[in-house]
């Protein structure tokens, strides 16, 4: 059996980005009474739709679901069109792991430790 939304958590992720329940719905494709169903518990998400509303609220499914209480996000979503530098850059260091992956890794770590 699949862990169910719990519907506080949903309402906190939303809470914390400062957005109300219309726009959160706008954000999924939802309309806004589907997005309402989630947080009164009144409607259960599919696996897939779980891992959107998760990326949209910048937390985990795992938090929704209560695997864990931290709400930190666990992915996130890099599009080629909205930012190409980014994108080709984890694109290159996610496919081969060459030594000039492993330098600019190093590089980053120093540059944030």
Do not use: C, W
């Not at 992915?75 to 850059?89: A, G, R």
């Not at 496919?95 to 992956?101: A, I, L, M, V």
Request: overall charge neutral; proline content about 6%; cysteine-free.
């Amino acid at each position: 059996m699949k862990p169910a939304l719990i519907p506080e958590r949903l309402v906190k992720a939303r809470e914390n980005l400062n957005l109300n329940k219309a726009q959160a719905a706008d954000l999924m494709g939802l309309s806004p009474i589907g997005y309402l169903r989630y947080e009164q518990g009144l409607r259960v998400p599919s696996a897939q739709m779980l891992r959107i509303i998760a990326l949209t609220l910048d937390t985990s499914v795992d938090y929704l679901t209560g695997q864990t209480d931290d709400p930190t996000a666990d992915q996130i979503i890099i599009t080629k069109s909205e930012n190409p530098e980014l994108f080709k850059l984890a694109a290159e260091l996610s496919h081969k792991e060459t030594e000039q992956t492993k330098r600019m890794l190093a590089y980053y770590n120093k540059l944030n430790p």
